[in-house]
């Protein structure tokens, strides 16, 4: 059972991202919002959800610090690998893409891509950064896994220990699969049905290597995945129905323009 909801919601998640590619083909007068329906939508569930599993957050984390769980050496493998991708690894890796990108003058396609995902990248940390700061919610090996309603408000923004809710490390690898997954849908959907369902499983790896690791609770990763993925959604949407915005006119560069003229023919020129 627990499969076949990952499965649909990873399904629901691809389908959403490879929507602006419809969009982008619509009347460039009718500008999208930046948050939709759909997002608020996401986010919604992303809490009433994470709420419905703060019930069985103690079980479940017991149940992963158990023997059958952590006496598996592959388990363990992944999740040390899973647990490396985080804010900053995530983020270094798009920064430095994106200024490699611009050194050696890579299509603007690209440079577009790896600055539009390091943005969510951006954007979900501070978020999920804020809202643990303000909850102050413990993590589960501060009390055993045996409280998961142990709530500090403000604590959390002078101690790690009281960071769990929401999960920066799924807020983030959620942020960059969906943007990664949007981004791709511009240029071809059918590459992002593709590129859609490995981003986003790939991106559930670190929270849940934070859960084996006794650092989340469930529901801190249900919400964090809800975020990021809003996140990344957002950005793309907001950069592509507003081209020429003073974010990428400063990191990208302004966007080629065909001007008209009767004796001079077509001429390139750019927006600053």
Not at 11 to 37: E, F, K, M, N, Y
Not at 218 to 241: C, I
């Amino acid at each position: 059972m627990r499969r076949s909801v990952a499965l649909v919601i990873l399904a629901v998640l691809s389908i959403h991202s490879s929507l602006p590619a419809q969009a982008d083909s619509a009347s460039g007068s009718r500008r999208p919002p930046v948050v939709t329906w759909f997002d608020a939508a996401i986010l919604g569930v992303g809490v009433a959800g994470s709420i419905a599993l703060m019930g069985s957050d103690e079980r479940i984390a017991r149940e992963l610090q158990g023997d059958q769980w952590q006496g598996n050496s592959g388990f363990q493998d992944v999740a040390d690998v899973a647990g490396v991708v985080n804010e900053k690894s995530l983020f270094a890796a798009g920064l430095v893409t994106y200024g490699i990108a611009r050194l050696v003058r890579a299509p603007r396609t690209t440079i577009d891509i790896a600055w539009h995902t390091t943005e969510s990248i951006f954007i979900a940390s501070a978020t999920a950064t804020v809202a643990r700061g303000l909850l102050g919610r413990s993590r589960p090996f501060v009390t055993s896994g045996s409280n998961a309603y142990d709530y500090s408000p403000g604590k959390g923004f002078a101690e790690l220990r009281y960071r769990a809710y929401p999960s920066i490390h799924a807020a983030s690898a959620f942020a960059t699969a969906s943007a990664l997954t949007a981004e791709t849908a511009r240029h071809s959907r059918r590459a992002a049905f593709v590129v859609g369902p490995i981003a986003y499983s790939l991106a559930s790896l670190p929270g849940l290597a934070r859960m084996y690791g006794d650092k989340h609770w469930a529901s801190d990763v249900f919400m964090g995945a809800a975020l990021g993925a809003v996140s990344g959604w957002a950005t793309v949407r907001y950069h592509h129905h507003r081209p020429n915005n003073w974010l990428d006119r400063v990191f990208i560069g302004g966007v080629p323009t065909v001007v008209a003229d009767k004796e001079l023919g077509l001429v390139w020129g750019f927006k600053f």
